[in-house]
C-alpha cells in the first residue's frame, strides 16, 4: 500500500508538461518488447531508469525549429514521458534500448529461471 | 529452490496480478492527464491516422515538418501537384513480432496522406526533404516571381 503511493505523489510533482508515447508491447518466449514513439528524440535526449520494479521512459525533444515564421502549427512541444510497472520474471540487469528514426526499442529480457524449460523425468 | 514462483496466467493484460489496481488507477490518471490526446486515438478509428504537422514560412521558403516516426526514407512519398505538398506512405507492422504475445497495440498501422496546400508558389525542382529522428522537413524554395522584392520609388 505504501508502494502505491509513493508512485502516484513522484508521478504527480512534475510542473513541466508532459505527453505519453504510444507504445506497442509484445511479449516472447524470451522477453518483452516495448515500443514507443517519440519523434523528434535522439540518443542524447532519451533518460531510461529502472527503479524497483517500475521504468521510466523520458524522451526530449530536439528542439530544431526551422526558420520564419509559424503559419501554421499542430506539432505539440512538449516532451515525452511513460512509467511502466515491470513483470518479476524480467532480469532488469538485461534490459537493453536503442532508438532509430524516433521510435524507441526496449528489450527486456525474461531472466533464465522463470523461461519455460522441459523437465525430464528420472 | 527458494526461486520458484507459483504460475500463475494473467487474465487480463497486466505487468503484475499485485500491482493491477494501482496500474488500473495510473490508467485513469493518463486519460484525465491529457484528454484531447485520448479523444484523438478515439476518433482515429473513424477519420484515419495522419501525421502531425508544421508549416514555417520566410522569405525565401516554406518550411513543412511532419512528424513520422519509425518509417524508412524510401517509404515515405512526397509530391508537389497545383501548389499543394502531399505527404503520404504506408505504416507497416513489424514482421518479427507476429509470433509475439501483443499486450498493447497503440501505435498506428496502415496508410495514411496530409495534403498541405502553400500560399504562394514554389519551385518544385528545388524542393528538399530530410527525414530525421521521425521528423520530415521539407524545405520548398518560393519561385522568383513569388518572393518579396524592393520596389525603387523613383521621383520625377
Redesign the interface.
Known amino acids: 500500500m505504501k508502494t502505491t503511493v509513493q508512485q502516484e505523489t513522484s508521478n504527480q510533482s512534475l510542473t513541466q508538461e508532459f505527453e505519453a508515447p504510444e507504445v506497442n508491447i509484445f511479449e516472447t518466449k524470451d522477453g518483452y518488447v516495448l515500443e514507443a514513439e517519440m519523434p523528434g528524440v535522439s540518443k542524447e535526449g532519451l533518460e531510461i531508469t529502472l527503479e524497483g520494479n517500475e521504468i521510466t521512459l523520458v524522451g526530449h525533444r530536439n528542439h530544431e525549429t526551422p526558420p520564419g515564421t509559424s503559419l501554421f502549427r499542430e506539432r505539440r512541444p512538449a516532451d515525452y514521458k511513460r512509467v511502466f510497472e515491470l513483470d518479476p520474471a524480467i532480469d532488469t540487469s538485461k534490459v537493453s534500448a536503442r532508438i532509430e528514426q524516433g521510435i524507441l526499442t526496449l528489450t527486456l529480457p525474461k531472466s533464465e529461471e522463470v523461461k519455460p524449460r522441459k523437465i525430464s523425468v528420472e | 529452490m527458494s526461486?520458484l514462483?507459483r504460475w500463475q496466467r494473467p487474465s487480463f493484460?497486466s505487468?503484475?496480478p499485485l500491482?493491477r489496481?494501482?496500474?488500473l488507477?495510473?490508467e485513469i490518471?493518463?486519460l484525465f492527464?491529457?484528454p484531447l490526446?485520448e479523444l484523438s486515438h478515439a476518433s482515429r478509428l473513424l477519420s484515419g491516422w495522419s501525421p502531425?504537422?508544421?508549416?514555417?514560412?520566410?522569405?525565401d521558403?516554406?518550411?513543412v515538418?511532419a512528424?513520422?516516426?519509425?518509417?524508412?526514407k524510401e517509404e515515405i512519398e512526397l509530391t508537389l501537384h497545383d501548389g499543394s505538398l502531399s505527404i503520404s506512405g504506408e505504416r507497416k507492422a513489424?514482421q518479427k513480432?507476429e509470433?509475439?504475445?501483443?499486450?498493447?497495440?497503440?501505435?498506428?498501422v496502415g496508410r495514411f496522406q496530409r495534403t498541405?496546400a502553400l500560399?504562394t508558389p514554389v519551385a518544385a525542382d528545388k524542393v528538399k526533404a530530410q527525414?530525421?529522428?521521425?521528423?520530415l522537413?521539407v524545405?520548398l524554395p518560393k519561385s522568383e516571381e513569388a518572393k518579396p522584392k524592393q520596389i525603387e520609388v523613383k521621383v520625377g
Open positions: 526461486h514462483i493484460p505487468w503484475s500491482n489496481l494501482s496500474s488507477r495510473s490518471d493518463r492527464e491529457n490526446a502531425s504537422l508544421d508549416v514555417q514560412e520566410d522569405k521558403n516554406f518550411y515538418q512528424e513520422l516516426p519509425g518509417m524508412r513489424d513480432y509470433e509475439a504475445e501483443v499486450y498493447r497495440a497503440e501505435r498506428f498541405v500560399p527525414y530525421k529522428d521521425g521528423i522537413t524545405t
